[in-house]
């Protein structure tokens, strides 16, 4: 079955710390994944997408991915944690062009200062 | 401009009540969606229109219509409203060939008393 798996419901990085989000996926094709980002009380914002193009990704606010196939993954990554980090992230991917995008449960990010 | 635009953004009502939710977006995109997000953040698809044309219809019950009057409009109608519609519904429109990213409008809290 095709489905988007977020590891740890909640994360918590100290400010200046690297922040590691992570995604797996399922999907018997190759598939597009893309990271959004939730502030409190907004919709959510598209941070980076792989198409299938360079498998290292970079997006918005410093964030990158990396596509890793071996692995089926799709980890999201960011060098220095900044308080304005402290979000909702969900994972997402599209398995089948004529289908929908399905998405992960959702990874909440706390800062600590 | 806003993209995806959605009306009201807030929504209170009583039990048994029929309410509409608009989404307009200005991007020229011909896929739109209405996603359903629960108390648990988790986001599930409910409709996806192309064009005018439903072509994803999820295992939502009878009383959640959506309307497409034209390819920048998808608007969601609920009929007799109960307690666990209680959510935050988004729509989301995209492009679906070449890009396939969806933009998000920043929601509609529905509250149902």
């Known amino acids: 079955a095709q489905s988007v798996t977020q590891l740890g419901s909640h994360v918590s990085v100290s400010e200046g710390a690297l922040v590691l989000l992570r995604c797996n996926y399922s999907s018997s094709v190759p598939p597009y994944l893309f990271w959004y980002v939730q502030y409190p009380n907004q919709g959510l914002q598209l941070l980076l997408k792989y198409t299938s193009a360079a498998t290292l990704v970079k997006g918005i606010n410093g964030f990158e991915a990396e596509f890793k196939k071996s692995e089926t993954s799709f980890h999201l990554t960011k060098p220095s944690a900044h308080m304005s980090d402290a979000a909702e992230y969900f994972c997402a991917g599209l398995m089948n062009r004529d289908d929908k995008i399905i998405f992960g449960k959702g990874t909440r990010l706390h800062i600590l200062p | 401009d806003t993209a995806v635009s959605q009306t009201p953004k807030y929504l209170v009502t009583q039990m048994g009540n029929d309410k509409s939710i608009k989404c307009e977006q200005n991007?020229?995109?011909?896929?739109m969606y209405w996603y359903k997000q629960d108390s648990k953040k988790f986001l599930k698809i409910m409709f996806s229109?192309?064009?005018?044309?439903?072509?994803i219809n999820e295992t939502v019950p009878n009383r959640f219509s959506p309307k497409s009057p034209d390819k920048a409009h998808l608007n969601l109608h609920i009929n007799s409203l109960e307690l666990g519609d209680s959510a935050v519904y988004f729509c989301a429109s995209s492009q679906r060939t070449g890009d396939y990213g969806y933009t998000f409008g920043s929601g509609t809290r529905l509250t149902v008393v």
């Open positions: 991007l020229g995109h011909d896929t």
């Open positions: 229109y192309n064009n005018k044309e439903l072509i």
